[in-house]
């Protein structure tokens, strides 16, 4: 694979600093999400990390299910015993985006399960090369669905293999199942909402295309007037999918982004820089952030639409 990071995934009722990094001064009100940071209480969404370690110990009991979010080359090449290959742009649903602001049509997106043998109470675990994009896409697909118990492996494929854990080139061939999807409707967002919303809008794509030097494949280049610039890799970390809590505080606060805005992210398609983004405010408590799932292919497409450069 092209591209790597994992290793300090959290169980659901833990709250170490983000990437296994111990955090600093925070007392854990086990099972609540409530912890005490330097004197002062803040929320914290349970963690969508898993450890290579602790992954390792539950596919021993057999108890997770891996999804491999890369293009169907690198996981032909190789990948974790077990995973089934689902690549995280087969995700994306254009038209369902722009006719209902839904990421995706449920139906659509239940088939792609079934396919992999899954149901809505398998425990699931997705990975990619490690920069946290098409996990992070993967993710939010299946939480938009209600899928109870999903999370990542924080660090990804170029952790576990740094690790010398094992990896293959053989593919599982499961039996087909029946996905029953609880759809989220609140997380629809139409593009004709957008601009009336009182929210801070992030970009999470390259400086260049929020200058308008990269169309990155849109019809138009530039960004959604008002738009702040935060490129997702300002979060990313090296052998960890995000960079420690201390750090992305850091990031956030130089940038004005706080908690206390609703807070929308978009990318190119809606699945991949946006949603990493997402999860990334997710896991330092911040819990009105939403997708923006027709992106900026969707608002670059129709040239009556204002953009900015």
Known sequence: MDEQTVGAGLPANSQPGIAGKPAPTRILLTGLGLLLLSGSLAWAAPSALVSTDELAAELTQGRARLIDAENAENYARAHLHGALNLPYLDLEDAEENA??????????????????????????????????????????????????????LDGGFRKWLKEGRPVTQAVPQPA???????????????????????ALVLDARSIAEYA????????????????????????????????TAEEMRRVLSEAGVTPDREIVTYCNPGLGRSTFLSLALEQLGYDKVKVYPGSWIEWAA????????
């Open 99 to 152: 006719k209902s602001g839904l990421p995706i049509f449920p139906r659509l997106a239940a088939s792609k399960f079934e396919a992999l043998g899954l149901t809505r109470d398998t425990p699931v675990v997705v990975y990619d090369s490690g920069n946290g994009r098409g996990a992070s896409a993967v993710l939010y697909i299946l939480r938009f669905l209600g899928h109870p118990d999903a999370r990542i």
């Open 176 to 198: 087909k199942t029946t996905y029953l999807a609880q759809p989220r409707a609140d997380w629809a967002l139409k593009t004709d909402s957008l601009p009336g919303r009182d």
């Open 212 to 243: 308008g030097k990269d169309a990155g494949g849109a019809r138009q280049a530039g960004h959604i007037p008002g738009a702040k610039s935060l490129p997702w890799t300002l979060l990313a970390g090296e052998l960890a999918t995000f960079k």
């Open 302 to 309: 129709d040239p009556a639409r204002p953009i900015e450069r």
